[in-house]
């Protein structure tokens, strides 16, 4: 298991009456060629209700076309313990859905010439190995530069997870390793890749990861429920998360939020994911031409025929274009799922580590997306 988990299309609880996890729905009117709200609002409550009753999902789902909001419901405990539901206020972990944000202030710190994507990592980030000289920011964007995954590194979980650790021991754990391949020639997952572009961001901004991200990404767009995690911070609305274990649910395994970083470390809400997605079909955050190298397929991946743009991947879904990301941490997962051709979305956030999250996504689209036409 890692820590977070960036693949949106893997496919990887509760001993209570289906009826006494169920919340509210709230649906709206949908735009033209969506489907009927009330017919989408059974479907998809019957999909995430048994969801609930198998022990593979707690938390929000919301769906949305044109921004507009047509199925948003909140299923199960935000607090077991406290036996407290969720509402569609519940504040997640998001794992590897961190690193949309983490891609985004890069960009924009590239729009403003601040930056190039063309550019060394070495020009950044200092005492890194020499096999590290030629791997550039536009490889630690699109996870091209075979630099090893700190989170897959032997010990991890024993000797480093519930520990603070800053991004620089966070890198030392895997700077005496080769490299995984040639960088800019194949596809391989690592979250040391986006640890090093928070490194960067810091760097360039004389910020604080947290602090520049807050005032140039989620200030804007007046992203209130959305931040870097704390665990020492009261948090309203924080969702615990658990696992399933033999014997039931436990609490997760506890993870010091300076390991995740900017892999990983951010917390939000399903309206505030919606914001986000939002804002990437205007110029609030990024100008057309950045939003399309954003959103370009740079690199074939190794996960069902997708291919990685700068933090999301990229894919096709009932022949709509598809752009997911996928997080998984200890108790949590969660995806983002953007349809721009059909002006759709949904998100996934949930505080029970859960196998099933991209499939549910999928089922969800399959009941969201009209016909392509030919």
């Known amino acids: 298991m890692e820590i977070v988990s960036g693949k949106p299309m893997t496919r990887r609880a509760l001993g209570l009456g289906v009826s006494s996890l169920l919340g509210a729905a709230t649906v709206?009117?949908?735009?033209?060629?969506?489907?009927?709200a009330s017919a989408l609002s059974k479907r998809a409550n019957e999909l995430l209700a048994a969801k609930v009753k198998d022990q593979k999902f707690m938390g929000v789902a919301l769906m949305a076309?044109?921004?507009?909001?047509?199925?948003?419901?909140?299923?199960?405990?935000?607090?077991?313990?406290?036996?407290?539901?969720?509402?569609t206020e519940s504040v997640f972990r998001l794992g590897s859905l961190s690193k949309p944000f983490t891609a985004v202030a890069i960009?924009?710190?590239?729009?403003?010439?601040?930056?190039?994507?063309?550019?060394?990592?070495?020009?950044?980030?200092?005492?890194?190995?020499?096999?590290?000289?030629?791997?550039t920011l536009h490889q630690l964007l699109t996870h091209s530069s075979g630099v090893p995954n700190y989170t897959s590194q032997p010990g991890f979980w024993r000797q480093v997870v519930m520990h603070p650790n800053t991004p620089q021991e966070l890198v030392s754990l895997v700077r005496n390793q080769p490299l995984d391949f040639e960088p800019g020639r194949h596809w391989g997952f690592s979250n040391t890749n986006y640890i090093l572009l928070g490194m960067v961001i810091e760097q360039v901004t004389k910020q604080r990861y947290p602090d520049y991200l807050r005032q140039a990404v989620l200030d804007p767009l007046e992203m209130k429920n959305t931040g870097y995690d704390v665990a020492s911070v009261v948090l309203k609305h924080r969702a615990h998360g658990y696992t399933l274990s033999p014997h039931g649910l436990?609490?997760?395994?506890?993870?010091?939020?300076?390991?995740?970083?900017?892999?990983?470390?951010?917390y939000s809400t399903a309206r505030d994911l919606l914001r986000f997605d939002q804002a990437l079909y205007s110029d609030q955050l990024l100008n057309a031409n950045w939003r399309e190298r954003v959103f370009t397929a740079h690199i074939l991946t190794t996960v069902d025929s997708s291919s990685h743009g700068y933090g999301w991947f990229i894919a096709r879904e009932k022949g709509w274009v598809q752009h997911?990301?996928?997080?998984?941490?200890?108790?949590?997962?969660?995806?983002?799922?953007?349809?721009?051709?059909?002006?759709?979305?949904?998100?996934?956030?949930s505080n029970l580590s859960t196998p099933d999250i991209a499939k549910m996504t999928s089922a969800l689209a399959e009941m969201l997306l009209p016909p392509k036409a030919a």
Not at 67 to 86: I, M, Q
């Open 324 to 349: 997911t990301h996928e997080g998984g941490f200890p108790g949590f997962s969660t995806m983002l799922a953007r349809y721009p051709e059909a002006r759709s979305t949904i998100v996934l956030l």
């Open 107 to 135: 960009a924009q710190l590239a729009q403003k010439g601040a930056l190039k994507t063309e550019d060394p990592i070495v020009k950044y980030v200092q005492d890194l190995p020499k096999s590290w000289k030629g791997v």
């Open 250 to 266: 436990v609490n997760a395994t506890y993870v010091d939020m300076s390991v995740p970083y900017s892999a990983g470390g951010l």
């Open 28 to 36: 709206t009117k949908p735009q033209k060629g969506a489907p009927k």
């Open 65 to 87: 076309v044109d921004g507009r909001v047509v199925f948003e419901k909140a299923y199960g405990s935000g607090d077991l313990e406290w036996d407290a539901p969720h509402t």
